[in-house]
């Protein structure tokens, strides 16, 4: 019997395969635990719908991401900071606070969690920056820290 999986069966299939199982597995195994549904005309359309639609999203994400890199690549973001004895930082700059200072200064919210900075930043400067937007998609940024 052919079924369409709903979700990652171990050894079986996995979710959105369309694949050949034994009658029984199906019946007493997969349609209880609404693992599976059976391979109909109308469950095969639904699932190249939800296909096509989450390719749709992926590809919007994916354009997203690029109008956000055209936006702030190879830009300088200034973070102003307090300062301590010999020009030294009291504490350190963060992927958050350059985060903020995205959003403040180009008007961009981006996840702490996508910006890598390449050495710690506990002096004034300027630092490089690299945020991984997609797969595929970073944008390179200059970090100046500057005193308060």
């Given at each position: 019997?052919k079924?369409?999986f709903?979700?990652?069966?171990?050894?079986?299939?996995?979710?959105g395969?369309i694949?050949n199982?034994?009658?029984?597995?199906?019946?007493?195994?997969?349609?209880?635990?609404?693992?599976?549904?059976?391979?109909?005309?109308?469950?095969?359309?639904?699932?190249?719908?939800?296909?096509s639609?989450a390719?749709?999203?992926?590809?919007?994400?994916?354009?997203?991401?690029?109008?956000?890199?055209?936006?702030?690549?190879?830009?300088?973001?200034?973070?102003?900071?307090?300062?301590?004895?010999?020009?030294?930082?009291?504490?350190s700059?963060?992927?958050?606070?350059?985060?903020e200072?995205l959003?403040?200064?180009?008007?961009?919210?981006?996840?702490?969690?996508?910006?890598?900075?390449?050495?710690?930043i506990?002096?004034?400067g300027?630092?490089?920056?690299?945020i991984?937007?997609?797969?595929?998609?970073?944008?390179?940024?200059?970090?100046?820290v500057?005193?308060?």
């Amino acid at each position: 019997m052919k079924v369409i999986f709903l979700q990652d069966v171990k050894g079986s299939g996995k979710k959105g395969e369309i694949k050949n199982v034994a009658d029984g597995y199906a019946r007493n195994m997969l349609f209880p635990k609404k693992l599976a549904v059976e391979a109909t005309s109308s469950n095969l359309s639904e699932l190249a719908g939800q296909k096509s639609s989450a390719q749709h999203k992926i590809d919007m994400e994916k354009q997203a991401a690029n109008e956000i890199a055209a936006k702030i690549n190879d830009k300088k973001v200034i973070i102003k900071a307090k300062a301590g004895n010999n020009t030294k930082l009291f504490g350190s700059v963060t992927s958050n606070h350059v985060s903020e200072a995205l959003e403040k200064q180009f008007d961009v919210k981006i996840d702490k969690k996508k910006i890598n900075l390449k050495t710690d930043i506990k002096n004034f400067g300027t630092y490089d920056a690299v945020i991984k937007l997609y797969t595929g998609i970073t944008a390179n940024i200059t970090v100046e820290v500057t005193e308060e």
